[in-house]
């Protein structure tokens, strides 16, 4: 499977934003997703993820509440929902996939064999 990301840009604090993940190649209804970002100056970090058929997310913990993980299977596209964003929020966000059974939400990048290229969000006054 290959991941293209889309719907980043400039927002200003307290903005929404939707975040897509597209996937092309074959079985994406049985990866686990996730959304990942790396702040400016900062170490990758985990966002969320989702489990193959939806049902189940994972949030970070600072990040719970104002972020919602979706995904469609028949659209082969993972959704990231952002509310009331903060200048805090300003990182690369990157889609990424893994093949591992029963997905629990890992939070270590090295478990997640497929990334996207990343979209750039970036929010300011």
């Known amino acids: 499977v290959q991941l293209v990301e889309s719907g980043g840009g400039l927002v200003q604090p307290g903005d929404s934003l939707s975040l897509s993940c597209v996937a092309s190649?074959?079985?994406?209804?049985?990866?686990?997703m996730a959304w990942f970002r790396r702040a400016p100056g900062k170490e990758r970090e985990f966002v969320g993820g989702?489990?193959?058929?939806?049902?189940?997310?994972f949030y970070a913990d600072s990040l719970e509440g104002r972020i919602t993980i979706s995904r469609d299977n028949d659209k082969n596209t993972v959704t990231l929902q952002m509310n009331s964003l903060e200048p805090e929020d300003t990182a690369v966000y990157y889609c990424a996939a893994t093949e591992v059974a029963h997905y629990s939400g890992s939070r270590f990048s090295d478990d997640y064999g497929v990334w996207g290229q990343g979209t750039r969000v970036t929010v300011s006054s």
């Open positions: 190649g074959r079985f994406f209804d049985t990866y686990g």
């Open positions: 989702i489990n193959y058929n939806g049902r189940v997310t």
